[in-house]
């Protein structure tokens, strides 16, 4: 595995930020937030399903929409 210091300047300054999420319990494909003034609305537009990256790393994929006011 490749340390932070060995990546060196290949990674970016962390930003900081402050983000508002709307709490929506019964939606699994959409999510709102408020990030810098700007409302922010993603939705998933399909399941592409379970991805392998080597031998440890999975995750799921998914397609989104994204809409930013």
């Not at 990674?11 to 999420?21: G, Q």
């Not at 929506?24 to 990256?53: D, N, S, T």
């Amino acid at each position: 595995m490749v340390s932070r210091h060995e990546l060196g300047n290949y990674l970016a300054p962390v930003e900081e930020r402050v983000d508002i999420y709307l709490y929506l319990p019964k939606c699994e494909y959409m999510g709102i937030k408020l990030r810098q003034g700007r409302l922010e609305v993603k939705w998933r537009k399909a399941e592409l399903g379970i991805m392998h990256f080597g031998d440890t790393v999975e995750g799921k994929a998914e397609k989104m929409g994204q809409v930013v006011m």
